[in-house]
Nanobody
Framework: QVHLVESGGGLVQAGGSLRLSCTASGRALNEYSMGWFRQAPGKEREFVAS???????LYADFVKGRFTISRHNAQNTVFLQMNSLKPEDTAVYYC????????????????WGQGTQVTVSS
């Protein structure tokens, strides 16, 4: 089994920054693609960013140039650096484990964390 735990969310003013972390237990992440998704109240969960086992990345258009996904395999952790935050970025952010030796993808994986709340004030 894989247990994913997100952290780093909080309240920030527009234009500010946050760094989210997703740490796994039960299995190593280094051979899997990983992704970040988000869900705002009343909206469907949407793709944010993904990173492959070999550190290739893919971003949704609405975060490109503002967010950066990275991984630290020795810590079994994936990060999402969020800069220039906007009120419309307010959502619960989730991480997911993708395919074994997978490429970055907007598709969700088989394992999900419980999410961390990001709130951006205007």
């Amino acid at each position: 089994q894989v247990h994913l735990v997100e952290s780093g969310g909080g309240l920030v003013q527009a234009g500010g920054s946050l760094r989210l972390s997703c740490t796994a237990s039960g299995r190593a992440l280094n051979e899997y693609s990983m992704g970040w998704f988000r869900q705002a109240p009343g909206k469907e969960r949407e793709f944010v960013a993904s990173i492959s086992w070999s550190d290739d990345t893919l971003y949704a258009d609405f975060v490109k140039g503002r967010f950066t996904i990275s991984r630290h395999n020795a810590q079994n952790t994936v990060f999402l650096q969020m800069n220039s935050l906007k009120p419309e970025d307010t959502a619960v952010y989730y991480c997911t484990r993708g395919e074994y030796y997978g490429t970055p993808s907007p598709s969700g994986g088989d394992y999900w964390g419980q999410g961390t709340q990001v709130t951006v004030s205007s």
